[in-house]
């Protein structure tokens, strides 16, 4: 990547110098002058990040209270991987989260995994597969989570560390869920502003799992459809809709606290600063939705198309008043007074997966939801959704997915489920 | 079946640099000047010079036993450099052979059969090629050793196919069509490097280039189990599979093989399997995939067991790794067996081949870093 040449045991401000030099002037002045893309990053992994990454080149630190990836700015590009564990050495999987941990070290600083792409053994195939090579750390995250099966009884003796709030996801109804495309004992989010360096990461962590874990499914996502950053303009997704005006910010501390990070009395103990992740692939079907007047479409969102103020306002960022909404419209559902309070962080993408054979696109959202308990979160949300949603004509969940995500990497000798397994 | 790839131009390079060009000439008449001279009997090989200076180089033989012979000069590791057959008692002949300076050996087969009778010499001179580790000396021989006893074994299975396809026999040509294919499977990084071979025996139609014929192995398997049906051609055919096949029992033991071709070689073997037999390309007709599976793994493991001491001891770790994941897939494996052989792989469900998938790329990850492991 950056810079390899740099004394590997030095430890180094997290942004290359390469960055720096290339971009961080241009990167400020951008962000000064637009309100775009993700000039007006944060940078996370602290303590739910508050000094400013004005460069969409730079490195986001890996270390903190809390994991990179959730509360970040959220990148332009994202490549999500679930992992079955095929080992069923307890000390073979933790190897493999240390191994893990050090190599995310490396790239999210924008450096190669081991000994770099191109090592000095010839006969030997280099420790990174390269194509990252001279790129810069683009904003990597790289994000752990743990689903059920890995405290499945008889597998790796966590049994009675499964925390209470990862649940086995009920079944919605409209649920279409290919079970190849679901599930998983282990995922890692990498995000990034540049795709290369998001499928470099999840490529080098695959190939360094290989005989311990294998990837069970994995999904490309090309544009954010929530933002973190209210100041910059929110992103639409593929119904062409304003999609997060209402996000949880990734500055809003109080917010964070509240709907996302596990908290020391909510238990079990290693989740603390960590979250929930639920991971839902929605196909949406884009020819029908697109031979639907701009009524209709209005209406079944509940904001208008242009400017995305909710009905009965001018503009995005008003707020709301539900009851001018149908009462089967999206935002009306799925807004927090209607269910109790309920807020999530979400940093889903867009997708698409070329076609389907039928000559139809084989697109749609990349849901990510980070909550502080599925059971006040997401569950409530995507019951009262599932039922009542007219969207559902338009779309279908295909995957589905949660995790346990872990608290951040402390330090260079911590590592990735060190509070789990130990 | 595979394209030809970038360790094969490596191999024959390396042959190149190793300075082999190896001719025999008949001659009856007296030997010529600075000519070594080979005295072959039933029970002796005389040399008359045991160090001789590199570069050009002319035996003298006589066959002065009452066997017919053959000699030959072997690089270490077993590597014909030259070779002459059918050396009648009471008769001469002259081999030559550009030969860069190093250790060689001179052998005698009186009746052209075994080990032969060896002598140690040396061809002086500078650019001599670094003396390896008698270990892996021992290593390539060894393998080398495999690799012939694969090809001769196959003939006879390949002739029990050629005659049925002849005979007219679906029946029997589909049962000898898969063990037929063992020991190529076993050796093909060796076979492959000859070039020419692969692409008369092994191609897929898919694989054929414009203007090429197809023919061998899967031409054949595409009459029996897709058109069901045998024609005149297809029994022309099973004559040029042995032909070339025979071809191919002469060349292999030329072939250029060291301690690196070798771990890689069985790395390449493991290529196949992710490539062709996982996915079911390689038998699409006759679906005998796991036949080629686990001959490619057998293959690979017998190149890494006779590796495996000098790899060890420079990489422990990789060599546990390896040993446990050659057990993990031969147990894979063995959950498919069936009769003498494995499941038709149509019967394989994807769930499974992706079990096998994983299998193959846990094996393969650690197996790419042999090379460096003997090497280093």
């Known amino acids: ?422 | 079946m595979r394209a030809v790839r970038l360790s094969v131009s490596v191999a024959a390079a390396a042959a190149l640099t190793a300075g082999v060009a190896g001719c025999a000439e008949k001659s009856d008449g007296a030997s010529g000047d600075g000519a070594i001279q080979v005295t072959a009997t039933d029970s002796k090989c005389d040399v008359s010079d045991k160090e001789f200076p590199a570069g050009h180089v002319k035996l003298a033989v006589e066959n002065k036993g009452s066997k017919v012979t053959e000699v030959y000069i072997y690089a270490p590791g077993d590597r014909i450099v030259t070779e002459r057959e059918n050396i009648g008692p009471g008769t001469k002949a002259e081999i030559t052979a550009e030969v860069r300076a190093g250790d060689y050996q001179i052998a005698c087969k009186p009746g052209m059969k075994g080990h032969g009778i060896r002598q140690d010499v040396k061809a002086s001179g500078k650019g001599a090629a670094k003396k390896l580790d008698p270990r892996l000396d021992k290593a390539v021989a060894e393998y080398r050793k495999y690799v012939q006893t694969q090809a001769d074994e196959t003939l006879p299975l390949a002739q029990k196919f050629a005659d049925a396809v002849k005979a007219g026999d679906i029946d029997a040509a589909k049962a000898a069509y898969a063990p037929s294919r063992i020991g190529w499977e076993r050796t093909e990084p060796v076979a492959e490097s000859f070039g020419d071979i692969d692409p008369k025996v092994d191609v897929r139609e898919d694989g054929l280039e414009k203007g090429q014929k197809w023919t061998g192995w899967h031409k054949l398997e595409k009459a029996l189990w897709q058109d069901e049906k045998i024609t005149g051609a297809d029994k022309k055919l099973a004559d040029t599979l042995m032909k070339d096949l025979k071809d191919w029992v002469q060349k292999v033991g030329r072939a250029d093989i060291n301690p690196t071709s070798m771990a890689n070689g069985a790395k390449e073997l493991l290529d196949e399997v992710a490539t062709g037999k996982v996915t079911g390309e390689e038998e699409r007709y006759s679906h005998t995939d796991l036949v080629d599976f686990k001959a490619n793994v057998e293959g690979a493991q017998k190149s890494y067991e006779l590796l495996r001491p000098v790899a060890a001891k420079n990489d422990p770790e990789l060599a546990k790794e390896l040993d446990t994941q050659f057990k993990a897939i031969n147990k894979q494996l063995a959950g498919y067996e069936e009769g003498d052989g494995y499941v038709s792989y149509d019967t394989v469900g994807k769930k499974e081949r992706k079990e096998l998938s994983d299998g193959v790329n846990a094996l393969a990850e650690p197996l790419s870093k042999l090379a460096a492991a003997v090497v280093k």
């Open chain 1, 1 to 422: 990547m950056a810079d390899d040449q740099l004394d590997e045991n030095t430890e180094r401000p997290a942004t290359s110098r390469r960055a720096v030099l290339g971009w961080g002037g241009a990167g400020l002045a951008l962000g000064a002058a637009t309100a775009g893309g993700a000039a007006a990053a944060v940078a996370s992994g602290g303590d739910s990040g508050t000094a400013p990454v004005a460069d969409s080149g730079a490195a986001v630190a890996f270390h903190g209270a809390h994991q990179a990836g959730i509360a970040t700015a959220v990148q332009d590009r994202l490549h999500f991987a679930a992992f079955d564990v095929t080992t069923e050495d307890r000390a073979e999987l933790i190897a493999v989260l240390k191994k893990w941990t050090r190599a995310a070290e490396r790239m999210t600083a924008g450096r190669s995994v081991g000994e770099g792409a191109v090592s000095e053994l010839a006969e030997a195939p280099p420790d990174d597969t390269g194509e990252a090579l001279g790129l810069k750390p683009s904003r990597l995250t790289l994000t752990i989570g743990f689903g059920p099966g890995l405290f499945e009884k008889g597998r790796f003796g966590l049994e009675d560390r499964r925390p209470e709030a990862l649940i086995d996801l009920p079944a919605f109804p409209g649920d279409n869920l290919d079970k190849n495309r679901s599930g998983g004992d282990i995922c890692v989010q990498a995000c990034a502003d540049d795709p290369q360096v998001a499928v470099h990461a999840i490529r080098n962590l695959a190939r360094i799992a290989f005989g311990k874990m294998a990837v069970r499914w994995s999904q490309l996502g090309f544009g954010k459809t929530s933002s973190t950053t209210p100041d910059a303009q929110t992103p639409r997704n593929m119904m062409g809709f304003k999609d997060g005006t209402r996000n949880i910010a990734g500055t809003d501390k109080k917010a964070l606290t509240k709907h996302v990070w596990v908290s020391g009395k909510d238990g079990p103990g290693w989740m603390a600063g960590g979250s929930y992740l639920v991971a839902r692939r929605i196909r949406m079907h884009i020819e029908t939705w697109d031979r639907t007047s701009l009524k209709e479409q209005e209406d079944i969102i509940g904001r208008d198309k242009g400017e995305g103020a909710p009905f009965g306002k001018s503009k995005e960022r008003d707020e709301p008043n539900l009851k001018a909404m149908l009462p089967d419209a999206h935002v009306r559902l799925a807004h927090p007074d209607s269910n109790s309070g309920a807020q999530m962080l979400r940093r889903g993408y867009s997708f698409t997966d070329g076609t389907d054979g039928l000559g139809r696109l084989d697109a749609g959202l990349f849901f990510l939801a980070y909550q502080r308990d599925v059971r006040d979160g997401f569950v409530p949300v995507q019951q009262s959704l599932a039922r009542k949603d007219t969207l559902n004509e338009y779309i279908q969940h295909v995957g589905s997915a949660i995790f346990a995500v872990p608290p951040g990497v402390r330090d260079t000798r911590d590592w990735w489920g060190r509070e789990l397994f130990s």
